[in-house]
């Protein structure tokens, strides 16, 4: 079992920054990648950006290339999202997940919300 918490949004307005961190509890030792995903409402949940935890490895949603930055702390056991040039397109419940060697989201944090203001 992984707990999940994270902590930084906010209400922001348009070209703004923000940054949300995740930290990971339980057994995390067998963490193969974390990332983020969002929802905004009236819409399903969609993949924001995932890193690979031993390699550093990134992936990130097109619609965040270049804007967003995903990062982690090993020994903290913390992952990090960097976000840049905020739009409004982005408001969103933004949510951690560890994700498996399947590539699967087993675990969530209860979410954290981002409000980005014209």
């Known amino acids: 079992q992984v707990a999940l918490v994270e902590s930084g949004g906010g209400l922001v307005q348009a070209g703004d920054s923000l940054r949300l961190s995740c930290a990971a509890s339980?057994?995390?030792?067998?963490?193969?990648?974390m990332g983020w995903f969002r929802q905004a409402p009236g819409k399903e949940r969609e993949f924001v950006a995932r890193?690979?935890?031993?390699?550093?490895?990134?992936t990130y949603a097109d619609s965040v290339k270049g804007r967003f930055t995903i990062s982690r702390d090993n020994a903290k056991n913390t992952v990090t999202l960097q976000m840049n040039s905020l739009k409004p397109e982005d408001t969103a419940v933004y949510y951690c997940?560890?994700?498996?060697?399947?590539?699967?989201?087993?675990?969530w944090g209860q979410g954290t919300q981002v409000t980005v203001s014209s």
């Open positions: 997940a560890v994700i498996d060697l399947m590539g699967r989201p087993d675990y």
């Open positions: 339980g057994r995390t030792f067998r963490t193969y990648a």
């Open positions: 890193i690979k935890w031993n390699s550093g490895s990134t």
